[in-house]
């Protein structure tokens, strides 16, 4: 069966630090895969989608860059980051271009 | 306008009540729906997809209405247990590869 594993699942970073969280998916080859950021009750943003290796679509301009230097590995990876880059980011996987989506278990970002 | 809007809530129900939330969609390409939920803190996890014909799971009941452009969920028999944010989720044509959110509607019930 397929998995998703998302790390770390909280961290506390300081502004102007680097950031950088891993996703990868197991069971399953050339996934679509996604960034999300869901900010304190607020709703999911979409930051990131791959369709594969090397290949990134970035929905929202800000400090955060995404890559895919596997297929089946998600980095989402800042320099520096901003007080307002605080929130939840959820990486989420799905076989094709329509269909369910599969969250990690997401990763709670605070930084002061 | 949002490319899908909900109401936030939060509702406020006590067992046994039945209630239902609306999702609206701006796109009328869009071809796949959902509805998830997610407890506080924690991931999404899917409830169900909506079908054209509309489908039922238990005590849920999910329905599409594409002339208008809105999709709906209702909760029968609420249980303590269905204390959670509810969320409406829409995606485009097969060409395209984005997933859009609702941001939710909470939903509170309570004994």
């Known amino acids: 069966s397929q998995t998703i594993h998302q790390w770390p699942a909280t961290l506390v970073q300081p502004v102007g630090s680097p950031l950088s969280l891993e996703c990868t998916v197991e069971?399953?080859?050339?996934?679509?895969l996604y960034w999300y950021r869901q900010a304190a009750g607020r709703g999911l943003q979409l930051l990131f989608y791959s369709v594969g290796i090397g290949q990134i679509s970035s929905e929202v301009p800000q400090n955060l860059s995404a890559s895919r230097p596997q297929d089946r590995q998600f980095i989402l990876s800042s320099k520096k980051l901003l007080l307002s880059d605080s929130g939840f980011y959820l990486c989420?996987?799905?076989?094709?271009?329509?269909?369910?989506?599969?969250f990690g278990e997401g990763s709670r970002l605070t930084v002061l | 306008r949002k490319e899908v809007e909900q109401d936030p809530g939060p509702f406020n129900v006590p067992e046994g009540a039945t209630v239902a939330f609306n999702c609206t969609y701006s796109n009328s390409a869009s071809q796949s729906f959902f509805w998830y939920r997610q407890d506080c803190r924690k991931e999404p996890k899917l409830l169900m997809s909506?079908?054209?014909s509309g489908n039922e799971d238990g005590r849920f009941t999910a329905q599409l209405n594409r002339a208008s452009q809105y999709i709906s969920l209702l909760i029968r028999d609420s249980k303590l247990s269905d204390s959670a944010t509810y969320l409406c989720?829409?995606?485009?044509?097969?060409?395209?590869?984005?997933?859009?959110f609702g941001a939710g509607t909470r939903l509170f019930v309570k004994a």
């Open positions: 909506v079908y054209s």
């Open positions: 989720v829409v995606s485009p044509n097969t060409g395209g590869f984005k997933t859009i």
């Open positions: 069971g399953t080859s050339n996934p679509n």
């Open positions: 989420a996987w799905r076989p094709s271009a329509a269909g369910e989506l599969f």
